[in-house]
């Protein structure tokens, strides 16, 4: 089946350590995604990409870097400049055709980051 | 600035009883509405989505939802809620040709046997 696979499920950080999450897609989708989710706060986009090798920041993209070098990934790296890090995080996908708008996003099951 | 609003952080039924999760959005055009649940530790599924026609639109698992261009509301309506409806619930929308969403902050539900 297609679907938007996360990995790890559950991380844990060092303080000053960078880490990277996965995100795979088999959708065939362009758009990728990542958001932050903080209890209370809804979803928060941090980093979007469109198309390969291209990406754009979102709302809160200090901290955080992405690479799209494949169609299929879009990793999230949190770095230690990213002061308050613990949170669950999403990412999604979506077609990109001519009627993008009405194009729903899909999400995989999360990874949820702790500071050790 | 797109928004969305969902007033209600939390909201206690009993099993059986009707739902209504309000949401309200602010965008100049008529925007793609969409509702989301998420269950604890896990991604967000899509229930419905609005984007032209008719204003109610039927999703999964029983849910509807009516678009109203004049209250700028995208209610989502359940008339017979299950303990398994248990969980947190969002409302976002896209405006034309946007390849982002806005969300609302949820609306947890919690189910009384």
């Known amino acids: 089946d297609g679907g938007i696979t996360q990995s790890p499920k559950y991380l844990f950080r060092k303080e000053g350590q960078n880490v990277t999450l996965s995100c795979e897609q088999n959708?065939?989708?362009?758009?990728m995604y990542w958001y932050r989710q903080d209890p209370g706060q809804g979803l928060r986009l941090i980093y979007y990409?469109?198309?390969?090798?291209?990406?754009q920041k979102g709302d809160i993209a200090e901290g955080y870097s992405v690479s799209r070098e494949k169609k299929e990934s879009f990793p999230l790296t949190v770095t230690s400049a990213q002061k308050n890090p613990t949170a669950f995080y999403l990412c999604a996908s979506k077609s990109r055709d001519r009627q993008f708008g009405n194009q729903p996003q899909h999400f995989g099951d999360g990874t949820r980051l702790s500071i050790l | 600035a797109q928004s969305v609003t969902q007033p209600d952080i939390h909201i206690t039924v009993s099993e059986g009883a009707s739902l209504e999760l309000r949401c309200n959005y602010s965008?100049?055009?008529?925007?793609?509405l969409f509702w989301y649940v998420q269950s604890p530790g896990q991604g967000l599924q899509l229930l419905l989505k609005?984007?032209?026609?008719?204003?109610l639109v039927q999703g999964i698992k029983g849910f509807e939802a009516e678009f109203k261009r004049s209250q700028s509301s995208f209610n989502l309506r359940k008339p017979s809620v299950h303990w398994s409806d248990a969980a947190e619930y969002f409302c976002?929308?896209?405006?034309?040709?946007?390849?982002?969403?806005?969300f609302g902050k949820g609306t947890k539900l919690s189910v009384i046997p």
């Open positions: 959708l065939n989708h362009d758009a």
């Open positions: 990409s469109q198309i390969v090798n291209d990406f």
């Open positions: 965008y100049g055009a008529t925007p793609y």
């Open positions: 609005y984007f032209s026609g008719d204003t």
């Open positions: 976002a929308h896209a405006g034309a040709g946007s390849y982002q969403l806005t």
